[in-house]
């Protein structure tokens, strides 16, 4: 009897969390005699369930599998030669209003319109766990961009990413070749300056009479070497300097772009830079980045004429404290451009101060309110009239409210001020043409955005 019963518990022991039918069994060490009920002398052995149960459990087994397998079977295998693929994309979608300063040919002096102002879809692929390739796609259709002419339709679609990072190539440093990260705007934009969905951070901003900066942008072609340790980090690069989204070719002679940044981490959190968690984490840095460039072409020519040359030169002095309950920034700028032909008053031939504060305030769990504040002075080297020597000087406001939905959505209201000096000259821009007032006067502007990340 001993051996049957000890038979029938060995195909029948399973466990008591998986199957809630269950019985408790007690032995007796002296007979070898199984009961279901504890009494002198019994030992407890466990809980125990029947074969029925173990047979019923095997089926619903077997059923999950069998769904499970007919479910994949409508899903399409993805194939690479990387370790792993990760997805995620990056979208503003917005309703602009604005009110200029000066009116166009038509005497028309507004616009209003809903904006794709940022499309990021991106991959990387990762080789091991810290090595990638990383493809990043950027649609973008705003009612002021140099990146569209008046007459296109969908939205072009542009590279904006496409490099490769490898690891620690050097003590705590990585490396980005290809169309790579431009060592300061993203650092501004996800230390600082968290709300590039309804404004570019100063440097890469047009808002006044003329180009008051638009110093640089976030990408090129070239490479990035990127160092981050507890107290300080830093990004040092060299590019072509045209930018991921211009239609300016390399042409002869043009010179290669230098480019850096190097920040102190008071809060010894370095490591985590562009990572924070503004809600939760803590950090102050204090930052000096810029460029020098050489020998750069105006137009998209292979002329090498010196009057079609110019030379660039920007140094920015920047500083952020966050915590929880609020962020606070400031920085100064100051850029020069020069020509070698001294008749070319206007054109890369000026002088850009320009300062900015910008604040967070977290009021309560998921609103913030938002503030920023801008000036430049920009003073023409060669201008034979005194009276417009400064003619591009701005200030621009920007104010808003945002709230967030979720980890993904955020929903944002916001407004934009800008003051210039000369309110009368209605730009021609290429992109713009003689009949659109234009994003270079006076504005106000009303925004709605809603910001998704996933």
């Not at 030669?81 to 002096?109: C, E, W």
């Not at 940022?118 to 973008?140: E, G, H, M, P």
């Not at 990408?219 to 990127?226: E, H, K, S, T, Y």
């Not at 500083?319 to 008749?343: G, W």
């Amino acid at each position: 009897m001993k051996k049957v019963v000890l038979s029938a518990l060995a195909a029948t022991i399973v466990t008591s969390a998986v199957y809630a039918e269950s019985m408790t069994l007690f032995s007796d060490p002296k007979t070898g005699q199984v009961f279901t009920t504890a009494g002198e002398g019994r030992v407890e052995m466990g809980d125990f369930v029947d074969a029925k149960t173990v047979d019923m459990a095997n089926r619903e087994q077997s059923s999950a599998l069998s769904e499970y397998q007919d479910n994949m079977k409508k899903y399409t295998n993805v194939s690479s030669h990387a370790k792993k693929l990760d997805f995620s994309g990056t979208h503003y979608f917005g309703l602009t209003s604005n009110n200029y300063g000066a009116k166009d040919a038509h005497g028309n002096d507004n616009s209003t319109g809903f904006e794709l102002r940022r499309n990021y879809v991106q991959v990387k692929a990762f080789f091991n766990d810290k090595d990638y390739f990383r493809v990043t796609l950027d649609a973008t259709k705003e009612l002021e961009t140099a990146q569209q002419t008046v007459s296109d339709g969908p939205a072009n679609v542009i590279v904006k990413y496409a490099y490769l990072y490898l690891d620690k190539i050097l003590p705590y440093t990585g490396v980005e070749i290809g169309i790579a990260h431009r060592p300061w705007i993203d650092y501004e934009e996800h230390n600082s300056w968290y709300y590039r969905s309804i404004n570019k951070v100063v440097l890469e901003d047009k808002f006044g009479q003329s180009k008051v900066f638009d110093a640089m942008n976030s990408a090129d072609l070239g490479v990035n070497f990127q160092t981050k340790t507890p107290y300080f980090s830093s990004e040092i690069g060299l590019f072509n300097g045209e930018g991921y989204h211009s239609t300016t070719n390399q042409g002869r002679n043009d010179g290669l772009s230098a480019e850096w940044r190097l920040t102190g981490h008071v809060m010894g959190n370095g490591e985590h830079v562009g990572k924070y968690k503004v809600e939760k984490d803590t950090y102050a840095n204090v930052s000096f980045a810029g460029l020098a460039t050489s020998n750069r072409g105006m137009t998209d020519t292979t002329d090498i004429n010196a009057s079609t040359r110019y030379n660039r030169n920007l140094y920015v002095l920047h500083a952020v404290y966050n915590q929880p309950e609020f962020l606070i920034a400031a920085q100064i700028d100051r850029m020069s451009d020069k020509t070698a032909d001294t008749s070319l008053a206007n054109s890369h031939n000026y002088d850009v101060t320009a300062w900015s504060v910008n604040a967070e305030y977290r009021p309560m769990e998921k609103w913030t309110v938002l503030g920023r504040f801008d000036h430049a002075d920009i003073t023409y080297k060669n201008d034979p009239t005194s009276d417009a020597k400064n003619v591009g000087d701005a200030d621009q406001f920007i104010y808003g409210v945002a709230y967030d939905y979720n980890k993904n959505v955020k929903f944002i209201a916001s407004g934009k001020t800008v003051n210039s000096k000369d309110t009368t000259v209605v730009p021609a821009n290429s992109f713009e043409g003689a009949t659109t007032a234009g994003n270079q006067n006076d504005k106000q502007s009303w925004m709605l955005t809603t910001e998704v990340n996933w």
